[in-house]
């Protein structure tokens, strides 16, 4: 919520949090910013505000679950959740090198075998194992169920 006025011809504008931190509490110092304690931006009661660093601001938000960048909400992500999840049952259920999912998904193996082992993406669904038995083995070796030729 954001408070605007005009004084002596100039236009003022900032948030209602900062006008009850400072009416009850004086001035806000330089370098600090208003804290919601609760996280609701709304609630602008003085015992819901606190002034801290912008370092500690942001830390609050992630810490309360209002800044998440997990999984495909993650800028950097190139994999949606439910590519997560079928790279993960795809794997799980054999007949398919990490490096051919990775074809098809268009990354490395190397990521697919982060994600198969639960290494990446680890609030995702799916199954995840560490698959040590797969490892340096030829594809053709193993059969439908993902299990060694012997």
Do not use: W
């Not at 919601?36 to 002034?51: A, F, M, T």
């Not at 079928?86 to 398919?96: F, H, N, P, Q, S």
């Not at 199954?127 to 083995?137: A, E, I, K």
Request: proline share 5%.
């Amino acid at each position: 919520m954001m408070v605007r006025s005009m004084k002596g011809g100039k236009r003022f504008c900032t948030g209602a949090h900062r006008l009850v931190y400072r009416h009850f509490n004086g001035p806000i110092p330089d370098g600090l910013t208003i804290n919601h304690k609760n996280g609701e931006k709304q609630d602008n009661r003085p015992e819901n505000l606190e002034v801290v660093t912008y370092s500690e601001n942001t830390k609050h938000a992630y810490r309360i679950g209002l800044m998440n960048e997990d999984g495909e909400r993650n800028p950097a992500a190139k994999l949606s959740n439910d590519s997560i999840k079928l790279i993960r049952e795809e794997y799980a259920k054999g007949g398919v090198s990490q490096e051919k999912i990775g074809e098809k998904y268009g990354v490395k193996f190397q990521t697919i075998s982060k994600i198969v082992r639960g290494d990446r993406r680890k609030t995702q669904p799916g199954p995840t194992g560490d698959y040590v038995d797969r490892r340096n083995q030829p594809e053709r070796e193993r059969n439908h169920l993902g299990q060694f030729r012997s």
